[in-house]
T-cell receptor, first 113, second 114 residues
Framework: ETGVTQSPTHLIKTRGQQVTLRCSSQ?????VSWYQQALGQGPQFIFQ???????GRGNFPPRFSGLQFPNYSSELNVNALELDDSALYLC????????????FGSGTRLTVV | AQTVTQSQPEMSVQEAETVTLSCTYD???????LFWYKQPPSRQMILVIR??????QNATENRFSVNFQKAAKSFSLKISDSQLGDTAMYFC???????????FGTGTRLQVTL
């Protein structure tokens, strides 16, 4: 059992649309991070939430936003989709703020056409 | 900014043999963590092994071990007795404890053959 569940597994959107990706973490995992993995690349850090507040952000524009909820679920929202947003989006959660014990989900494959 | 370099895009090893994957990183920090993650076709990133920079002893997890050379900023992964299930993409990653942000390399595709 992975402990981190992401939905949907695959998604196709049209350029300019908006998308919401969801992640459900294990109980007690107060830290959640989102990563973008383009084809053939390593994951890139988008942002991190700790106890429902954003506490770190990578080099991504404001149209990438997120939310973390008290029930250990979280969302990644992307507005005004661009073709380059096509990627695998990974959610990772940890029981501690340091992130020493991250557990990753299997990701959502987003295709923008 | 930290960077992680994996210079071997692809590697192949026969079952039961030993293989070493290379990773170098660049940082001015003294305290940090290093990780090796495995990503099979299922896409989930699975932690293989981790190392705290302040620990001189190399980490070991069953068939997986690392050679951590702090001065050289090198962090290689050795897989002993390779198994078909080890076939996957392997990513080296760096993390500063306070930010909890993982910086990944570009990965090494490992193929284990019969």
């Amino acid at each position: 059992e992975t402990g981190v569940t992401q939905s949907p597994t695959h998604l196709i959107k049209t350029r300019g649309q908006q998308v919401t990706l969801r992640c459900s973490s294990q109980s007690g995992h107060n830290t959640v991070s989102w990563y973008q993995q383009a084809l053939g690349q390593g994951p890139q850090f988008i942002f991190q939430y700790y106890r429902e507040e954003e506490n770190g952000r990578g080099n991504f524009p404001p149209r990438f936003s997120g939310l973390q909820f008290p029930n250990y679920s979280s969302e990644l929202n992307v507005n005004a989709l661009e073709l380059d947003d096509s990627a695998l989006y990974l959610c990772a959660s940890s029981p501690d703020r340091v992130g020493y014990g991250y557990t990753f989900g299997s990701g959502t494959r987003l295709t923008v056409v | 900014a930290q960077t992680v370099t994996q210079s071997q895009p692809e590697m192949s090893v026969q079952e039961a043999e030993t293989v070493t994957l290379s990773c170098t990183y660049d940082t001015s920090e003294n305290n940090y963590y290093l990780f090796w993650y495995k990503q099979p076709p299922s896409r989930q990133m699975i932690l293989v092994i981790r190392q705290e920079a302040y620990k001189q002893q190399n980490a070991t997890e069953n068939r997986f071990s690392v050679n951590f050379q702090k001065a050289a900023k090198s962090f290689s992964l050795k897989i002993s007795d390779s198994q078909l299930g080890d076939t996957a993409m392997y990513f080296c990653a760096f993390m500063k404890p306070i930010l909890s942000k993982l910086t990944f390399g570009t990965g090494t595709r490992l193929q284990v053959t019969l």
